[in-house]
């Protein structure tokens, strides 16, 4: 009989479930994967896009290339709600009955009931988020060079990264890396002084989840670099150019980039059941969801019973992506399903050119050769040949000529562009 299998979500963990379930079912079952996008984004390299050291287009492949000669289905989509009674799901475009459903939508950012956090920051999940920073990066160094009064430029150059995590740290660095490279010898207004990366961490610590040496090492490393690490530092307003720390001291800046935290897919948040804190679906060690044993829930979506804890992360998603794959092999044989256990492999942080921190178990090291370690296994987790040899050409012209600044598409939530000058840039800012 044949049996149809939808996985929702086209990132790691749907793409890897995709994929081992081929391997796993037989020919006349039917496998279809439903994304939004119809391309995987190699979200560890995001930060170097807003940086400009890469391509944008050469940290995503295409779904279609990637599956090759390979015969699951693959269809660009948005699933506007699933009805798990009926066994279905209702896409914008029609309806899609199923036998077994994957469920790996991913997250989206996390607010925490912060007033005007959504409206009046920058978010960065996506690609369009990243390439969208850029250009607005780009914009407040084209109105700073021409902006006589000094405190009007200051502003401009003041950037707030919210979130003390792996991305929001890897982001900064990466943006002291260009004004330094590139900002500090092209644009002749703008003094290296004027420029302000400021890293807004709610919890007592940067970086949880690597050792308190290693920790050590990256803070030193980004005070070296005159980026002002607050921690502590709860986010409790937003506004058009300032952010609220704490319920009362105020920092003026026109560029607040949230990267704070994360929540479940709005359809995971609707589906039956308990849910964690971040929304996300509590399940069985098998990933199946309570009372719908031919549910998968993977990756950001899911919060399993064997790991509660485990992080939103890439090697998360795939681990969790390939039990899937087989348990619902297992699942349509009858037979018993594997239990899913989270094994931490470690974790790497770049933290800008020539240095990073690295913790595999019990090796842990930092510095050049940590960031050559890096980028050696961020560039063999990049899928395709070709996306591999992009990027390390990127960053091999990148040693040798200028970043490309080219403002690629006219910049938004610009008051100066939009010629409406707010209150924090009103005095001389250059129009």
Known sequence: MRRRVVVLGGGFGGLQAAVGLERRLWRED???????????????????????????????????????????????DTAVSIDLAARRVILTSGVIDYDVLVIALGSRSEYFGV??????????????????????VLDMCEHADHTTEEATRRELLRFAVVGGGYTGVELVTELSDFFSQYVARKYRGI????VQLIVLEATPEILRGISPRLKTHALSRLNE??????????????????????????????TIVWAAGVRANALVE???????????????????????????????????????????????????????????????????????????????????????????????????????????????????????LQV????????????????????????????????GFRARAGK
């Open 270 to 388: 609707a589906l039956p059941g308990p849910h964690d804190r971040v929304g996300r679906a509590v399940v069985n060690s098998a990933l199946q969801l309570d009372g719908y044993p031919e549910v998968f829930v993977t990756g950001d979506s899911a919060a399993a019973a064997t790991a509660p804890e485990a992080p939103l992360v890439a090697p998360v998603a795939i681990a969790q992506g390939g039990i899937a794959a087989r348990n619902v092999a297992l699942f349509l044989r009858g037979e018993p399903l594997e239990s899913y256990a989270y094994k931490n492999r470690g974790m790497l942080v770049s933290l800008g050119m020539d240095y990073a921190v690295v913790s595999l178990g019990r090796l842990q090291f930092s510095g050049y050769f940590a960031w050559l370690f890096w980028n050696a296994a961020h560039l063999y987790k990049l899928v395709g040949l070709k996306k591999q």
């Open 191 to 194: 003094r290296p002084g004027d």
């Open 115 to 136: 007033s005007g956090a959504r409206e009046n920051t920058w978010d960065f999940k996506t690609l369009e988020d990243a390439v969208a920073l850029r250009d607005h």
């Open 30 to 76: 039917e496998i279809l994967l439903v994304s939004e996008q119809n391309f995987l984004l190699f979200t560890p390299l995001l930060p170097q896009i807003v940086s400009s050291k890469i391509n944008p287009r050469h940290i995503v492949q295409t779904i279609r290339d990637i599956r090759g000669k390979r015969r699951f289905a693959f269809r660009r």
């Open 392 to 423: 390390a050409m990127d960053w091999m012209l990148g040693t040798v000529f200028p970043r490309d600044a080219s403002i690629l598409r006219r910049p938004t939530q610009c008051k100066i562009c939009e010629g409406a000058v707010g209150r």
């Open 225 to 254: 670099r005159g980026i002002e690490v607050h921690t502590s530092a709860k986010v409790t307003r937003c506004g058009e150019d300032y952010v609220e720390i704490n319920g009362g001291q105020i920092i003026r800046s026109a």
